[in-house]
């Protein structure tokens, strides 16, 4: 699967941005549409851009996102819609009121719209992105809007809510609709030579990961209504800084010889969620900046076909951001961590530069995964 950078959130210097335009996808959707073919991807993950769409309160303007859909039809491309990827409208925060209402209402505005352009075709929808982060950045750390410290439960439970509320929505307006749930997949461990605390600290970090998954089934907060089949394809989101130190946050290094023995393999965490939920899993964004690219796919392939191996239904792997993208809070430099670079052109959209040893692990990792590993040789 290929994911194109669709946020659209308000910075840590409370400026909006719209990175669907700044990395030229929407003038170049075509183009980006057949340049997957030659890699074999016919499944993306886009976004409506909630702040976009609704600029006031129960009025939508569906007309990007409509072209976006003749796109992909075009393309015969299956599209995967992100909700709310980080933005949702000037008037709202997750601790607003009427948020998980405004909220339900896009979500049924959004399968009519959809609906009225592909009345029998398989919908996938991911409401919101990554609760777990959006909660932390907003809620702890003041780098998103509503720009908090030490309320990130308070965030993530406002948040819960309206994906909860959203999902009862979308179902009742079309109950084929699939449900994509995207979650970071971190270890958080102790210090080589922590106490009972720290090693306890660094457990229940750890565990309140799923915390959001867990409140969409019904397994914790039932108030909210979250229900076990409302966890319909759970997604989770895997990058090479997400295992880290608990108090210091040191990120475990996950190419260093020797490895540090608290490293986890990604087969061991996709297994330990496999075990949790019992259903299909997507790595549902994965990659790496630089020049490590092609070592991160192909270690990314390696682990994937180990967890099939041991029985874990994995349906798919998105590279996220398949296309280039910069900060979200400083326009530059860009990250350099696309299957295509960014080259940046005075007032045209960015150019796309193939990164050549990226695509040729790419293709490795196909063949891996397709069991064709002779092919290889």
């Not at 049924?108 to 075709?121: E, I, Q, T, W």
């Not at 308070?154 to 909860?164: C, F, S, T």
């Not at 392939?301 to 349906?315: F, T």
Request: hydrophobic share 40%; glycine share 6%; net charge negative.
């Amino acid at each position: 699967m290929a994911g194109y950078e669709c946020t659209d959130q308000q910075n840590a210097f409370g400026n909006r941005v719209d990175f669907l335009t700044l990395t030229g996808h929407l003038d170049q959707i075509d183009q980006d549409y057949a340049d997957l073919h030659r890699f074999n991807i016919r499944t993306v993950r886009e976004g409506i851009r909630w702040s976009q769409v609704e600029k006031r309160a129960y009025q939508y303007d569906w007309s990007v996102v409509s072209d976006m859909i003749d796109s992909g039809r075009a393309a015969g491309i299956q599209q995967v819609w992100d909700l709310c990827h980080f933005g949702y409208p000037d008037d709202l925060t997750p601790l607003h009121p009427m948020f998980a209402r405004r909220f339900a209402a896009l979500c049924r505005a959004f399968v009519a719209f959809y609906r009225s352009k592909d009345p029998d075709g398989t919908l996938i929808v991911t409401p919101i992105n990554e609760v777990s982060f959006m909660s932390w950045l907003g809620g702890d750390v003041r780098g998103t809007s509503p720009y908090c410290v030490r309320q990130g439960w308070e965030v993530k439970y406002g948040l819960m809510r309206a994906y909860i509320e959203g999902v009862a929505a979308l179902r009742e307006a079309d109950p084929g609709i699939r449900i994509l749930s995207t979650e970071p997949l971190v270890s958080v461990v102790p210090s080589l030579n922590a106490n009972a605390m720290q090693i306890a600290e660094a457990v229940a970090q750890h565990e309140s990961q799923y915390q959001a998954m867990d409140m969409l089934a019904g397994r914790i907060c039932p108030e909210l209504g979250g229900r076990p089949e409302y966890l319909d394809m759970p997604g989770f989101n895997y990058y090479y800084d997400n295992q880290w130190e608990v108090g210091s946050h040191a990120t475990l290094p996950w190419a260093n010889l020797p490895p540090d023995p608290r490293w986890r393999p990604l087969r061991d965490l996709l297994l330990e969620a496999y075990n949790r939920y019992k259903r299909p899993l997507v790595i549902s964004e994965t990659s790496h900046p630089g020049i490590d690219r092609p070592h991160w796919v192909r270690f990314v392939a390696e682990e994937c076909q180990a967890a099939i191996r041991q029985g874990i239904p994995l349906w798919g792997i998105c590279l996220y951001p398949i296309i280039d993208r910069p900060d979200w809070d400083h326009m530059t430099p860009w990250h350099r961590s696309g299957l295509w670079d960014a080259e940046l052109r005075s007032g045209e959209s960015p150019r796309r530069i193939l990164y050549q040893p990226y695509a040729d692990a790419l293709l490795e990792a196909q063949m891996l995964l397709a069991g064709k590993e002779a092919a290889l040789l």
